[in-house]
């Protein structure tokens, strides 16, 4: 039985859907007007792992995750590179869709943009301008009237008079109450515009989310997700907005992944620790951010350093080695792993659980191959394919993954066989120097060596 962490209420919940045929999630996907970060690659992978949780667990999905191709930055960054701000979005949308297929991460079922849901954009602000929610401002301005929703709060527990108070919220003299929030912005000269009631203008961040997902999703629907950062006030804004609109509620289950530190700091531009996945890519490969980021509770921190890289390096080399020469399409699984995974998985998406599960399956897989246990390690092999995949994990060939790698090798396969071949003539003829001269050498281009069942095999280190 799956229970998930709901942020608005602050507990795990058994999840119940709202139709077992048809659960439906959302995500807050990208501002695409830069490459994706480590930040994001947190949320593409996370919601990625619950996407296929959820299918493993027999339900149909519908996944949406969109894409913010309008806001203040991609106008700003659009303008200083001199460039029509669609050519920009465009162009970073296809980086961000290479850096999703680099981590392993599947495709939304439906991945809206905001430019193209501006009719129900201003569909919703009517309503909300009607039901006494929203109004227009001197400066032509729609700004929803958090004053009209009482609700308004609930998800972040913050207080409204001590945000009233505080410096963090803007002041703006054409708005009601400091917390009112933008819906619709004037149009501004040289800046992006469409027609609406109000005046030619654009739609504000929070609101494009709203009429996003109720598009595709209907007005009540499971489960909504994003990065913490989102909770306040931008998740808060939506379901205030979102209700305000339609009178039902908004979505059952809000789940939201911790922040990402590097080596203990906040990842910030100005302390110069920012990476973005196109950065890490350049030592690490895909797979390796996945099981990184995937070895930590989504909830939790996830402090990144080239050690926990490493540690992932480390950790998947053990699991293809394992899977190394053996057939894994018997399509046998092993009930009592499987059931262990489903347990973790399902108590609030423990991935950190479930990639232990894998490592203890590794574990007893090479000890069933030394014992020459046939029927137990093709079923031990083919579970620990089936359940990696479930992670979105070892999924290429043990072969190539324990050769390959995001650089070159500084010698020759060629060379390494023909290498191989000489140190098995010296190990024949019983010259452990030659032998060890060979594997050293090996070593020092970055090859290492596996002598197992009369056999040589090599992969990179």
């Known amino acids: ?25 959302y995500v807050c996907g990208m501002t695409v007007y830069d490459y994706c970060h480590l930040g994001h690659a947190r949320v593409l992978v ?52 290479e850096d999703c297929e680099a981590l392993g991460v599947l495709p ?22 009607k039901s006494g929610h929203a109004y227009k401002a001197d400066n032509n301005d729609v700004y929803f009237s958090v004053e009209a929703y009482s609700p308004y709060g609930a998800l972040s527990g913050n207080d409204l008079n001590e945000l009233r108070a505080g410096e963090r919220v803007a002041v703006d003299e054409f708005k009601r109450d400091p917390l009112d929030f933008v819906l619709w912005k004037a149009a501004k000269p040289g800046e992006p515009k469409w ?74 531009k100005s302390l110069g620790n920012f990476f973005t996945i196109r950065d890490i890519m350049k030592e690490y490969r895909g797979e ?47 009930e009592g792993y499987r059931e262990r995974f489903d347990n973790v998985m ?13 490592f203890e399956l590794a574990r007893e897989l090479n000890l069933s191959r030394e014992s020459g246990e046939i029927t137990r390690v093709d079923e031990l092999a083919s579970t620990l394919r089936n359940l990696g995949e479930r992670l979105g994990l070892l999924q290429d060939d043990p072969e190539e993954w324990l050769r390959g790698g995001s650089t070159a090798l500084s010698i020759s396969e060629e060379m390494i066989e023909q290498m191989i071949n000489e140190r098995t003539v010296a190990r024949s ?20 060596l596996e002598d197992k069942a009369g056999a040589t095999t090599w992969r990179r280190e």
């Open 1 to 25: 039985m799956l229970s998930i962490y709901n942020s608005l209420t602050r507990q795990k919940e058994v999840f119940t859907p709202i139709d077992p045929q048809n659960v439906r999630m």
């Open 46 to 97: 996370v919601f990625d792992a619950v996407y296929r949780h959820l299918k493993a667990l027999g339900y149909p999905v519908t996944y949406v995750r969109n894409v913010t191709d309008i806001d203040d930055k991609i106008i700003q960054r659009a303008n200083e590179n001199g460039e029509e701000f669609r050519t920009l979005t465009q162009r970073f949308t296809h980086h961000m869709h």
């Open 108 to 129: 939304p079922d439906v991945e809206p943009l905001a430019t193209e849901t501006i009719a129900p954009i201003i569909e919703m602000i009517e309503s909300l301008e």
């Open 195 to 268: 027609p609406s009631p109000w005046g030619d203008g654009r739609p504000g961040w929070h609101i494009e989310c709203s009429a996003m997902s109720t598009q595709h999703l209907g007005n009540h629907f499971d489960i909504h997700g994003g990065g913490k950062d989102l909770q306040f006030p931008h998740h808060e804004c939506e379901i205030a907005q979102s209700e305000a609109a339609t009178g039902e509620k908004f979505v059952n289950y809000w789940m939201h992944n911790g922040f990402v530190r590097v080596d203990e700091e906040k990842m910030s």
């Open 288 to 334: 390796e951010i996945r099981l990184f980021m995937l070895s930590s509770h989504y909830r939790s921190p996830l402090n990144y350093s080239t050690a926990q890289l490493d540690n992932a390096r480390n950790g998947l080399n053990r699991l293809y080695t394992a899977l190394r020469d053996l057939d894994t399409s018997t399509g046998n699984i092993n």
């Open 346 to 358: 399902n108590d609030d998406f423990n991935t950190a659980e479930a990639t232990a599960v894998l």
């Open 429 to 448: 003829n019983k010259d452990w120097a030659e032998s060890d001269r060979i594997r050293d050498e090996l070593k020092a281009h970055g090859v290492v």
